[in-house]
């Protein structure tokens, strides 16, 4: 019996060095491919680090990486126990995220293109570990999305509430509030939620720590899902609520306090306050470490299966052929644009209809990066006048794009004189059909403007970003380059908003046509 013992365990000795041995190639192998990846796609990989050094609301890229090798490193006894197997299922989801990296690329949507290289991580894991594998690391490798910069498309709706929740607040306390979308008046002086206050950098935190905190103290998935929850409502009304605090500070301090750093320092001090509230109150539910129950029923031995060497290397390779294709594609497809690249020649019609030009009645002038033309004129019918902004871009590529987060109505430099009441859809008709446009409402302290803009790109009017995208996408991928233009028009108000876009649709069923032919005569040359 005791030379039989002896046998077993020698036996599971050799079975563990065999999964071990195995484990090194296989670890080191996937690792190799990863790091290549990273070199193949290295500018969207640096461009990601690039947004960690300089923005504080994504500084907490540069731990997401160090944080999925740590919980990976804690799996590693179960691991051990798998088999690691290829599983060439997954080479069809790395084409299809090659394709969408181009797509991105063309287009210059670059949190996109980093979205589709972070989830060719562990598409690559798939690939050369198999599905058992990919299925037991879902956590530590899908917490690597937090590492690409994103969220900043919230922040205009975050303002809002943001405003909601404080000029709410201001008015059950008492205090009389005069509001103009994101500005507001109390009897103490003037404020405004601008980008700073939105809460987007407590958002993105909260979410991050939230969710690593449920995946770490829980095992119920209601439970997990309970305390992301919180993660996510408890920052926006807490955000909500330190806005109205330093409100409050500023108006009870005469307007000495909450005005300046401390406004910041008061944020801060206030969000780690909230944080350290949010995880007291989610360790009333926590749960004790994980139980036997939850791993696969296949742990409780390690696997005596060899792993094929060449099998892994040959995977391996395809793997890198394959992403290696398309920034390949990308390069190719981005020298046939600078070799076609021609300058602008365009003019705007000096009289539509009844409108005459007129000498230009505002200084305001619209902030768009990298246009390769840009041409303003103003007209007058009767007692109406109008302003027409043309900005017009032969190809869009990164700093010269039509379809730019940094394309807005107010430039930062002008930012002190004039200010964004509101931007919003609304439907009017270009040609006769109704299509959507941005209408917006700026004003300065001696003027208020009302204005519709919609991009021209690929030869169709839009206002959404996404089509528009859409659009340059299916043209670039089809070899088709064709120019765009951003379109503004707009006219003074008072209190009439009717009135004032009533002026503006009759322009523009005077001027559409003629504007057109201009623009294709522009593309032509």
């Known amino acids: 019996m005791k030379m039989k013992a002896e046998i077993l365990t020698d036996s599971k000795q050799i079975n563990r060095s065999g999964a071990v041995s195995e484990w090194f190639l296989a670890s080191w192998m996937t690792a190799v491919t990863v790091l290549a990846l990273l070199g193949i796609y290295h500018s969207t990989f640096m461009s990601m680090v690039v947004i960690w050094w300089r923005s504080q609301t994504f500084a907490h890229g540069f731990i997401i990486f160090p944080i999925s090798l740590w919980l990976i490193w804690r799996e590693r006894s179960e691991i051990v126990r798998l088999t690691p197997r290829p599983d060439y299922r997954a080479l069809a989801l790395l084409v299809l995220l090659g394709f969408a990296w181009l797509a991105a690329r063309l287009v210059d949507v670059l949190v996109i293109e980093q979205f589709m290289l972070v989830v060719m991580i562990p598409t690559l894991v798939w690939l050369l570990l198999g599905w058992t594998v990919l299925s037991r690391l879902a956590f530590p490798l ?309 204005t519709w803009r919609w991009n021209w790109i690929a030869g169709q009017y839009t206002a959404n970003d996404y089509v528009g995208k859409l659009l340059e996408a299916k043209d670039k991928l089809l070899g088709v380059m064709r120019d765009g233009a951003a379109l503004i028009v707009f006219t003074p108000y008072d209190e009439d908003i009717q009135s004032a876009s009533d002026v503006l649709q009759r322009f523009v069923d005077d001027a559409l046509p003629s504007l057109e032919l201009s623009l294709n005569k522009a593309a032509e040359s």
Not at 164 to 176: A, E, N, W, Y
Not at 399 to 404: F, Q, R, T
Request: contains cysteine.
């Open 142 to 450: 899908g917490f690597l999305l937090f590492a690409v910069p994103v969220g900043e498309a919230l922040v205009p709706t975050l303002m809002d509430l943001t405003a909601d929740i404080t000029v709410k607040l201001l008015k059950i306390t008492g205090i009389p509030v005069y509001r103009e979308g994101r500005f507001f008046s109390i009897p103490s002086g003037d404020w405004s939620v601008v980008e700073a206050c939105s809460g987007i950098r407590y958002l993105i935190a909260s979410l991050t720590l939230g969710l690593l905190y449920a995946y770490l103290s829980y095992r119920s998935m209601i439970r997990r899902l309970a305390f992301i929850a919180l993660a996510v409502g408890f920052p926006i009304i807490a955000n909500g609520l330190r806005a109205y605090m330093i409100v409050m500070i500023g108006h009870l301090s005469d307007m000495k306090l909450a005005v300046g750093v401390d406004h910041f320092i008061y944020g801060w001090i206030f969000f780690g306050v909230i944080m350290l509230i949010m995880f007291w109150i989610g360790s009333f539910w926590r749960e004790p470490g994980r139980m036997d129950a939850e791993m696969p029923s296949h742990s409780s031995k390690i696997s005596s299966d060899r792993v094929d060497g060449g099998r892994f290397a040959r995977t391996a390779v395809i793997a890198a052929l394959v992403a290696a294709f398309w920034p390949a594609r990308a390069a190719y497809i981005e020298s046939l644009v600078s070799k076609t690249a021609t300058s602008v020649d365009i003019e705007l019609p000096k009289a539509i209809g009844s409108w005459q030009t007129v000498e230009a009645f505002t200084d305001w002038k619209p902030g768009y990066v990298g246009p390769d033309v840009t041409i303003a004129s103003h007209y007058r019918s009767g007692a109406d006048t109008v302003g027409l902004y043309v900005m017009y871009y032969r190809y869009q590529e990164q700093g010269g794009e039509l379809i730019n987060s940094q394309n807005v109505l107010i430039a930062p430099s002008n930012r002190r004189e004039w200010k964004m009441l509101e931007e919003k859809l609304r439907d009017v008709r270009l040609f006769g059909a109704p299509v959507k446009v941005l209408q917006g409402k700026i004003h300065s302290a001696h003027q208020r403007l009302l």
